[in-house]
């Protein structure tokens, strides 16, 4: 069987070692004699996993030497839309809008307080990140920001310091590139892009940095709870924590985030340069927001969508359509996505492109 590049948004592409470990482990875990999917939450072999993955991301985010703590949840990031308020909105916190999955985030956190915008690219599509952010409202309860948004091809570059706690949701560029991580205070990202499989979510947060709402919070949805119970209040989800494990184990190999960042810039320049020079195809994104994990981009002659796609079929390129929500096409370059790959797309692309001019002479 040919191989496949996948370029698909997320679920997401993982290391091959780590489709090879997990299918290993499926059938016999660790010479166990059992396979993962059935082993005890509460057993001594799950603890190793779950502590050793809780220490790997704080080792690798530069925090573990921090008042931070990473849980492994149930309920993807968009859960984290109504927790994080449940939790620390008491009057108002700043919302910076960058597309759909910050606009969900505002939507869930209104029920609980009020909301203040703290900048927007809604004008023009969300295909830029706003230059001015509102800074320094000690008035808030928290700021929140979507780091990287994958529908739009957007990312935010500069985090303004700002003198209350940042939020962030990480979901499709954590571990991705190197930042000062402790200037969040909670960061939470689904596991779906560069943490493992789907299934579980991940929540970094120095609890000491936030106030607690003045409201009564269930067990399940109180940070507090979930922190004294080390992700174990209930049945967490076994087999993708054990995915995110051997994930995180790979990047710490390849060299760390540093590392990685330096093959996702070579990926991300490979393709915008490409892009910025074709006749066919377009970007979407402006060159100070563009997104090095999900590059948005527009065939130029429509009525050519059919026979594109099937070329695209045809060269074994999967997951390029874009978000359901606005069309055209995405390139989505996470961690585990080789270079290889992205050669074989621009090398498409411009094949299609070569075609197209002599049909067209």
Not at 89 to 105: I, P
Not at 146 to 159: D, R
Not at 282 to 292: A, D, E, G, M
Request: proline share 3%.
């Amino acid at each position: 069987m040919m191989p496949k590049h996948n370029f698909c948004a997320g679920p997401a592409k993982l290391p091959d070692v780590v489709f090879q470990q997990a299918s290993k482990a499926v059938v016999n875990y660790n010479e166990s004699g059992l396979s993962i999917l059935e082993i005890s939450h509460r057993s001594n072999a799950f603890t190793v996993i779950i502590e050793e993955a809780r220490a790997l991301v704080l080792e690798l985010l530069g925090l573990n030497t921090k008042d931070y703590v990473a849980l492994f949840l149930h309920g993807g990031a968009s859960a984290q839309f109504h927790q994080i308020p449940f939790n620390f909105l008491s009057k108002r916190a700043g919302y910076l809008n960058t597309g759909v999955w910050s606009q969900k985030a505002i939507h869930e956190a209104r029920f609980f307080g009020e909301i203040v915008d703290l900048g927007s690219s809604n004008d023009q599509h969300f295909s830029y990140i706003p230059e001015k952010i509102i800074q320094n409202r000690i008035d808030l309860d928290y700021i929140h920001y979507t780091s990287n948004n994958t529908i739009y091809g957007t990312q935010i570059k500069n985090f303004p310091e700002q003198k209350v706690p940042v939020v962030v949701d990480m979901s499709s560029d954590i571990f991705s590139r190197s930042l000062d991580f402790s200037q969040f205070q909670l960061i939470y990202a689904g596991a779906q892009k560069n943490i493992g499989a789907a299934g579980t979510t991940l929540v970094i947060i120095n609890r000491k940095a936030f106030s607690q709402a003045n409201r009564k919070i269930p067990s399940l949805l109180n940070y507090d709870y979930l922190i004294q119970k080390e992700s174990l209040a209930n049945t967490p989800t076994v087999f993708s924590i054990y995915v995110s494990l051997l994930n995180l184990r790979w990047l710490k190999a390849q060299g760390g985030i540093k590392s990685v960042e330096k093959r996702n810039e070579v990926k991300a320049n490979l393709l915008y340069n490409y892009l910025d020079a074709s006749n066919l195809f377009t970007p979407l994104v402006k060159k100070n927001s563009r997104s090095n994990m999900n590059i948005t981009f527009a065939l130029n002659k429509p009525d050519l969508t059919s026979d594109f796609d099937r070329f695209l079929e045809h060269h074994n390129i999967i997951g390029l359509k874009g978000h359901r929500s606005v069309g055209d096409y995405r390139a989505s370059l996470y961690n585990a996505l080789e270079l290889d790959s992205v050669k074989v797309l621009v090398s498409c692309l411009q094949q299609f492109e070569e075609n197209y001019e002599n049909i067209k002479s």
